[in-house]
């Protein structure tokens, strides 16, 4: 679980009631902590490209925290999966990209797109109006691990001033890759709460491979969270547990036996 800018693993973990979550469904979590000498905000550096490549910078540091957990508990190596929010959020886009070979599924919260960004300047021009990535292409990212589509829960505010919804859309085109697969579109409306659109990507045999969660009327925050926490509405859907849920349901995908 990757945090936003300004947050820390505590926050985080408080907003998004996660730890909760794992407890009903017997998971470990793990929260990274981005110092801020690496950067003032301590948001992740995923706009920087030595933080968007495989055995580089940040994604480098948190597969290296994810084997280290591996390591050390009972671990199912088929079940790992990443999320974040924001900046948080965009980092774990990277690295389902960048280690398709670790995660069985991400979960991307008011994020970007892996490639959204190549600079500081570029990072904010993303922010604002959506980035310039562009849907992936097969091929191998080196070091031992192949191209695989990786399963890919996104959730945004139709109302985010901060990072522009398009976003969202560009994370799941960009997961979508070359793959062909059938669209369903569902609406609902948290009681008391806000109204959403949930839209359902399955391949052929009807398994959900992309879910893409529009929450309508609200902003940068992590939806359905608690107020213990930043950056939180709770009057969303329960980000958290739609997430754990996605990840749950995918199969376990036999690359990962071998990448501890």
Not at 62 to 69: D, E, K, L, M, N
Request: glycine share 12%; net charge negative; hydrophobic share 40%.
């Amino acid at each position: 679980m990757l945090h936003g800018c300004t947050q820390s693993p505590d926050d985080f973990a408080a907003g998004t009631r996660m730890n909760a979550l794992a407890e009903e469904h017997t998971c470990l979590v793990a929260y990274p902590a981005q110092a801020a000498s690496a950067n003032a905000s301590k948001c992740w550096n995923w706009f920087s490209p030595g933080d968007q490549q495989r055995g580089q910078g940040e994604p480098s540091l948190i597969a290296g925290i994810t084997r280290q957990v591996m390591r050390e508990f009972v671990v199912d190596p088929r079940r790992v999966y990443v999320a974040g929010l924001s900046a948080g959020g965009a980092a774990a886009a990277i690295m389902g990209m960048s280690y398709p070979d670790l995660y069985a599924a991400i979960g991307v919260h008011s994020g970007l797109a892996c490639g959204a960004a190549s600079d500081l300047p570029s990072a904010f021009a993303a922010m604002r109006h959506g980035g310039a990535a562009v849907r992936r292409s097969g091929g191998d990212w080196g070091d031992g691990a192949s191209s695989r589509d990786v399963p890919t829960i996104v959730f945004h505010g139709d109302q985010d001033t901060t990072v522009h919804p398009r976003n969202g859309d560009q994370v799941i085109a960009r997961s979508m890759g070359t793959m062909d697969l059938q669209t369903k579109v569902q609406h609902g409306r948290v009681p008391g709460g806000h109204a959403y659109s949930r839209t359902l990507h399955a391949d052929a045999s009807g398994r959900v491979i992309l879910e893409q969660w529009v929450i309508h009327g609200a902003g940068h925050a992590w939806s359905g969270g608690s107020l213990a926490g930043s950056y939180t509405d709770p009057q969303g859907p329960d980000a958290a547990r739609e997430m754990l849920r996605f990840f749950l349901e995918q199969p376990q995908h036999p690359a990962a036996a071998d990448c501890v």
